[in-house]
C-alpha cells in the first residue's frame, strides 16, 4: 500500500513539472529572458496563484474522496480490480488542468516588455507642461465636453468633476493627438517633481498622468518659480528649435526657493517661452464637502490668482498668457499654444511596449484542450 502511494505521488509530482515545462517551452522560445524583465500591468490578479494548490488536490487526490463506496461482505471479488496504466495516470488531467489555470492567472497579470528603444527623427516641438497640484486644484469646474468624460478617471464617480480632473483630461487629450512632438511633465505644489522628462513615449505619458491625484505631493503651497525653473532646466539640452514651458495653475506664488522672474530669466536662457494658463478668474470657487441626505454640498472658497504675474512670465519669453474659466477655453488654449510655435527637425528614441499574455495563454488553452482529451478518451473516471 505504501509503495502504491509513493508512486502515486512521484507520478503526479512528476506530472506536475513535466506539464510546466512543456507549458514553459513556447514562452520561452518566442520571447525568452524577456519574459523575465516584464512589467506587471494588473499584478493583483497574481494573488490567484496561492489557490493552486487547493485545486490540483481537488483535481487529484481530492478525487478519491468523492468515489461512490459500497458496503460489501468480501472484496475477494476486487482482488482484479481496475488497474494498468489508466490507473497510474489518474492523477494527469487533474495536473494539467491545474497548470493550465496557473498560465491563465499569469495572463491576467497583463505583462509587457519594453523593447529596445528606436531612433526616430521627425519634425516636433520640445515642450514641459507644468501642472499645479496644491489644494486650491480640488476646486470644481463643470460643463465638461462629452468627448473628456471617458478620460476623467475620477477616485468617486458621485463627486463632481475637480479643476484637476479637467486639467488632467485636457492633457491626456492633448497627448493623445501629438505625433512628433516630445513632451515632458512637471508637477508642483509646495515644491516641484519631474513627473516625465521630454518623450515620445506617449503611452507611457498618458498613464502617469491619468495616476496624479492631489495629495500626493505637498499641496500647502504654490512654488510656481520652482517648478517653471525644473521645467527649464529640462529643456536646457534640447537641440528643437522651438521650445515651450506651458504652465497650468491656478494660485499665486507664494512657496519655493526660485522667484518665477527668475525663472523666467532661465527659460530665456534656454529659448523656451513660457504659456501660461490660468485655471478659474480668481473670484469663490466651489469645493465639494460630501453628499448630504439632499444631495451634494459644497463649499464657497477664495482661491486667490496673480494674473498680472503670469502675464508677465509670458511676455518675458515671448509666450501667451490665457485665462480658462472652463473646460472647453482650457482645452483650445492648449491648440492655440501649438499654432504658435513652429517646428524643429530633432532625433529622439521611443520605446515601444509589447504585451506578452497571448504567448502565456496559448499554453493554458493548450493545456486545456489535452486535459479534455484525456478525461474524453482515455482518463475517464467513474461514475
Known amino acids: 500500500m505504501r509503495a502504491t502511494t509513493l508512486r502515486r505521488w512521484l507520478i503526479l509530482v512528476g506530472a506536475l513539472l513535466l506539464a510546466v515545462l512543456v507549458g514553459l517551452l513556447y514562452p520561452w522560445l518566442v520571447r525568452g529572458e524577456g519574459l523575465l524583465a516584464a512589467r506587471w500591468t494588473q499584478r493583483y490578479w497574481l494573488l490567484l496563484l496561492v489557490l493552486l494548490p487547493l485545486v490540483l488536490w481537488r483535481a487529484t487526490l481530492g478525487e478519491d474522496r468523492r468515489t461512490p463506496r459500497l458496503l460489501l461482505g468480501t472484496v475477494a471479488g476486487l482482488r482484479h480490480g481496475p488497474s494498468g496504466l489508466r490507473v497510474t495516470l489518474r492523477d494527469v488531467p487533474g495536473v494539467l488542468r491545474t497548470v493550465a489555470l ?6 491576467l497579470g497583463r505583462p509587457i516588455n519594453t523593447l529596445r528603444p528606436e531612433n526616430l527623427e521627425d519634425s516636433g516641438i520640445d515642450q514641459m507642461l507644468v501642472l499645479d497640484l496644491s489644494g486650491s486644484m480640488k476646486a470644481v469646474m463643470e460643463n465638461v465636453p462629452h468627448d473628456l468624460l471617458p478620460l ?19 492633457i491626456r487629450d492633448f497627448i493623445s493627438r501629438r505625433k512628433t512632438d516630445r513632451i515632458g511633465v512637471i508637477v508642483f505644489g509646495k515644491d516641484a517633481f519631474v513627473l516625465s522628462p521630454p518623450t515620445l513615449d506617449y503611452q507611457l505619458l498618458d498613464l502617469m498622468v491619468s495616476k496624479m491625484e492631489l495629495e500626493v505631493i505637498d499641496g500647502n503651497g504654490t512654488a510656481i518659480g520652482d517648478a517653471v525653473g525644473t521645467a527649464a532646466a529640462r529643456l536646457r539640452r534640447s537641440s528643437a528649435k522651438s521650445k ?77 498668457s490665457y485665462v480658462a474659466t472652463d473646460v472647453e477655453a482650457l482645452q483650445a488654449s492648449f491648440h492655440d499654444v501649438l499654432n504658435k510655435l513652429e517646428k524643429s527637425r530633432f532625433e529622439a528614441s521611443v520605446a515601444r511596449y509589447e504585451e506578452l499574455f497571448p504567448v502565456l495563454l496559448l499554453p493554458g488553452v493548450l493545456l486545456l484542450a489535452i486535459e479534455v482529451l484525456l478525461r474524453a478518451w482515455s482518463l475517464r473516471r467513474f461514475p
Not at 152 to 170: E, G
Open 244 to 320: 515651450a514651458i506651458i504652465l497650468l495653475t491656478d494660485g499665486d506664488n507664494n512657496a519655493g526657493r526660485i522667484s518665477p522672474e527668475y525663472a523666467a530669466d532661465l527659460a530665456n536662457k534656454v529659448s523656451a517661452k513660457i504659456f501660461t494658463v490660468q485655471i478659474g478668474d480668481g473670484s469663490m470657487a466651489r469645493v465639494y464637502v460630501g453628499r448630504r441626505m439632499l444631495g451634494p454640498s459644497f463649499q464657497n472658497v477664495e482661491f486667490p490668482v496673480n494674473p498680472e504675474l503670469l502675464k508677465k512670465l509670458a511676455e518675458k519669453t515671448g509666450g501667451s
Open 152 to 170: 476623467m478617471n475620477r477616485q468617486s464617480p458621485d463627486a463632481p468633476p475637480t479643476r484637476l480632473d479637467a486639467a488632467k483630461a485636457v
Open 102 to 107: 496557473a498560465f491563465f492567472i499569469l495572463a
